[in-house]
């Protein structure tokens, strides 16, 4: 400092720093002249001066820093609204390079100039403006910024006034980009309209419950399938609403589990419709949380599936019902062998008992319990399957007098049976087996419909039809016909149910106690009879059903002849008898050689070709169908007839014939004899086959 005032300096200020004895403290001093040799130092402490400047250097770096790295925009204008201020992402945002090319700008040109629909937005109406007018601050949404390359983008932003002194100088404006923001949103309603729409279209039920069991929700598919509009049952208990009362203590043990985070997979169970009744549910139950996890209901997604339930039934009876076709269909061959020899041994014994003889009466016994077997081998295959029909003339009188003891072991004691029909009526032409099973089929439905007690009554009577004059049978062609009414006591059928009840599988038994195939089996047999089927019913007054058959003399077939015995003389010439059964054999034998035939024997078809080849040409080829080895019965006979000329055929079986068919059996090619077969129906087939054959 004396340096430089000597060399002419008028004053020198200097800066130190000077250690205390507890700190360290900083001075400033100003050194002028006085007079030659004398110097005037004023000095004064400025440590807490340069603290304060430093820490202010400090919050305006701070600030700075904060400005530039937020990322809203922000800038401020004065009341002429041109900017004095702009953070790095406002430039950013406006498509500027740099802050600084913004300052001394007015904003409201150069970013808000126009509105979202493309209209010019003045400045007068501006937020922001009106801000720097009046101190008030404002808020806008959903209106567009420009950039500088002339691009739009949605904003949010918000004005503050700048107030100096009590006066408001400006105003300072923050915003951001809302471009990905309203498009999350929409991406975000979009899933939720979504969300709604499949609610909405589910073809499963959607249902919402609170923590108590009241419904909160369900979707129209639910509304659609039970016939309630959710705001009648919103709000009421669902299980008391809903569910039968036998489930509802089961139903309401898996609710609370779902409601502690035990999800349920595949539950059934039943829900009640307006209408009364039941449709089977397949439940998918899960617990719904707030935001904050705390409980606040269930979600239960259902299946509709009483329809696939009842197709299982379905599929099973008819499974079942092949299986019983199936076994039936293999026992019967051996079964009919075994009633063959049962059959021909007791008449064997009848011819040779004397008539007086008191051994007579059990003989005759046991061939009608024989005969009774053999009828019931064929009623067993009626059953197991739909089986062709076969018409001939039948007696209606004694045909339901037979029925009738049928009927009589079937039903239960409680209910009456009566049977009536008109003498006079001209006999049917239907299949005897398949009307059984029809007339089996209307009494044991109206069985399920008599609860306890009750009388189930059967007539027949006749029924001519004209020309267009019977409103009542509008699709029976003219002529005569048969009326088989079967008139139950039970509970009867709403018109609903009347009008579905030949549908298949239609039936108004609960689950499991019924195919619904019984009437539609009964309405098919009737019409491709030539007949029709007609069902009346009331709720609690019974139904009647109205089985309608042609007569023989109705012009669907020849009038039926009284079979009468005719004496059939005795048999000449060799018949080849062909029987891998031992004791079919043996008693078959005994009828040919008692019949006056000669026979030869052989167990297979190589055999019987071994017996024509040692040089004895038979004159009757008498085979039972299933034989062991290479050639079956049928193919025997295909071979014998192309090598040996005038050889006559008769074939024997005690399988079922559809069942041959399907291996290639032509049943018109040769006659045929059914097992068990008698002396009688042996003699007559064998005479009948070597008679000449009609040309077809």
């Known amino acids: 400092a004396f340096a430089e005032i000597a060399a002419g300096a008028s004053s020198v200020t200097l800066e130190y720093r000077l250690a205390m004895a507890d700190s360290e403290r900083d001075f400033e001093a100003r050194v002028v002249p006085l007079r030659a040799g004398e110097l005037l ?24 820093l904060i400005l530039a790295s937020t990322g809203e925009g922000i800038f401020g204008i004065n009341k002429d609204g041109r900017c004095i201020f702009a953070n790095r992402a406002c430039a950013s945002l406006l498509g500027y390079a740099d802050e600084n090319a913004l300052l001394g700008q007015r904003m409201h040109g150069l970013t808000h100039h126009t509105r979202a629909d493309g209209s010019p937005y003045p400045v007068e109406a501006c937020p922001t403006y009106e801000t720097c007018r009046t101190g008030k601050r404002s808020r806008v949404e959903g209106e567009f910024l420009w950039r500088v390359d002339g691009r739009a983008f949605p904003a949010d932003y918000r004005s503050h006034p700048m107030v100096q002194e009590g006066r408001v100088v400006g105003a300072v404006v923050t915003f951001s980009d809302m471009t990905e923001r309203l498009e999350a949103r929409e991406a975000l309603r979009r899933e939720r309209d979504f969300a709604e729409s499949l609610i909405e279209t589910a073809p499963v039920i959607i249902l919402v419950l609170d923590p108590e069991g009241r419904i909160v929700r369900f979707n129209p598919f639910m509304a659609e399938l039970t016939g309630y509009p959710l705001d009648e049952v919103k709000g009421a208990d669902w299980f008391t609403t809903f569910l039968p009362e036998r489930d509802r203590a089961r139903i309401r043990d898996r609710f609370q589990s779902a409601l502690h985070d035990t999800p349920t997979r595949g539950d059934v169970n039943p829900i009640l419709t307006r209408a009364g009744l039941e449709r089977l549910i397949a439940w998918h139950d899960k617990t719904l949380r707030d935001a904050q996890g705390e409980v606040i209901g269930c979600l239960a997604i259902g299946h509709d599936v009483t329809a696939e339930r009842e197709r299982e039934a379905q599929l099973f009876h008819a499974q079942k019902m092949e299986v019983i076709g199936r076994l039936t269909g293999g026992i019967a061959h051996d079964f009919n062998n075994l009633l063959t020899v049962i059959l021909g041994n007791l008449e064997l014994i009848e011819e040779r008992l ?34 062709p029909l076969h018409p001939a003339p039948l007696v209606l009188q004694e045909f339901l007098s037979q029925c009738e003891r049928l009927l009589r072991r079937t039903l239960r004691n409680a209910i009456t049976l009566e049977v009536h029909c008109d003498a006079s009526l001209a006999p049917l032409y239907v299949d005897r087996t398949q009307l059984e099973s029809a007339l089996l089929n209307l009494a044991i439905n109206a069985q399920d419909a008599i609860a306890q007690g009750g009388r189930l009554c059967i007539t027949a009577s006749g029924l001519q039809v004209g020309a267009g004059d019977s409103p009542d049978y509008p699709t029976l062609s003219p002529g005569a016909y048969a009326v088989i009414t079967v008139r139950d006591t039970g509970t009867g059928m709403t018109a609903e149910q009347v009008a579905r009840a030949t549908e298949p599988f239609y039936t108004t038994k609960p689950m499991g106690k019924g195919s ?12 491709d ?71 030869l024997e052989a167990e297979t078809g190589d055999g019987a070709l071994e017996v024509i080849k040692a040089g004895v040409i038979p004159d009757v080829l008498f085979s039972d169908i299933a034989l062991p080895g290479r050639l079956d019965g049928y193919a025997l006979a295909n071979l014998i007839v192309q090598r040996y000329v005038g050889v006559k055929v008769l074939l024997t079986t005690g399988a079922d014939t559809d069942k041959l068919a399907e291996s290639g059996f032509d049943a ?29």
């Open 41 to 64: 130092a004023l000095v004064r402490d400025v440590t807490e001066h340069r603290v304060s400047v430093r820490r202010l250097a400090e919050r305006e770096a701070q600030l700075r």
């Open 354 to 387: 004397p008539a007086d003889d008191w051994l007579q009466g059990f003989a005759k016994d046991a061939l009608s319990a024989a005969r009774d077997g053999a009828v019931l081998i064929q009623r067993l295959l009626g059953f197991a399957r739909q089986m």
């Open 516 to 527: 619904g195939l019984g009437l539609s089996m009964v309405y098919g047999f009737a019409r």
């Open 529 to 599: 009879s030539g007949g029709l089927l007609r069902v009346q019913s009331q709720l609690g007054r019974g139904t009647t059903v109205d089985l309608v058959l042609p007569t023989a003399s109705n012009g669907t077939a020849p009038e039926p002849r009284m079979v009468q015995h005719i004496e059939i003389p005795r048999g000449t010439g060799t018949i080849l008898l062909v029987e891998d059964n031992a004791r079919v054999r043996n008693i078959a034998r005994q009828f040919l050689t008692g019949s006056g035939y000669a026979v």
């Open 668 to 696: 018109s090619r040769f006659p045929l004899l059914r097992k068990p077969y008698s002396m009688d129906a042996l003699a007559r087939a064998l005479h009948s086959c070597r008679e000449p054959r009609p040309a077809p």
